[in-house]
Nanobody, 120 residues
Framework: QVQLVETGGGLVQPGGSLTLSCVAS????????MGWYRQAPGEQRVMVAT???????NYAESVKGRFTISRDNAQNTISVQMDSLKPENTAVYYC??????????????WGNGTLVTVSA
């Protein structure tokens, strides 16, 4: 069983910062791409930032220069530092990972999500 657990959501004022973290745990053989997606009310889930095992990074245009994703392969964790937050960044943020469990083929896993609210 593989689990992704996110931490770090909450309420922040516009212009503020927040860091989200995610750890993949369980019977893991290897972890491939990891990343963050967000889903605002009434909208589809969209990519925020992704990072490969080799640290190749991709950002959504709307967060470039404000968000920084990082990864610790030894701990199977990722984080995203979110700066200069805007009200439109309000959403549930989901951690994503492509994981190969021990003895099984790889597949996509998602966390349960953590709510980020940007409001004065």
């Amino acid at each position: 069983q593989v689990q992704l657990v996110e931490t770090g959501g909450g309420l922040v004022q516009p212009g503020g910062s927040l860091t989200l973290s995610c750890v993949a745990s369980g019977s893991i053989f290897s972890v491939g791409d990891m990343g963050w997606y967000r889903q605002a009310p009434g909208e589809q889930r969209v990519m925020v930032a992704t990072i490969s095992k080799g640290y190749r990074i991709n950002y959504a245009e709307s967060v470039k220069g404000r968000f920084t994703i990082s990864r610790d392969n030894a701990q199977n964790t990722i984080s995203v530092q979110m700066d200069s937050l805007k009200p439109e960044n309000t959403a549930v943020y989901y951690c994503y990972a492509y994981v190969a469990p021990r003895g099984k083929d790889g597949m996509e896993y998602w966390g349960n999500g953590t709510l980020v609210t940007v409001s004065a």
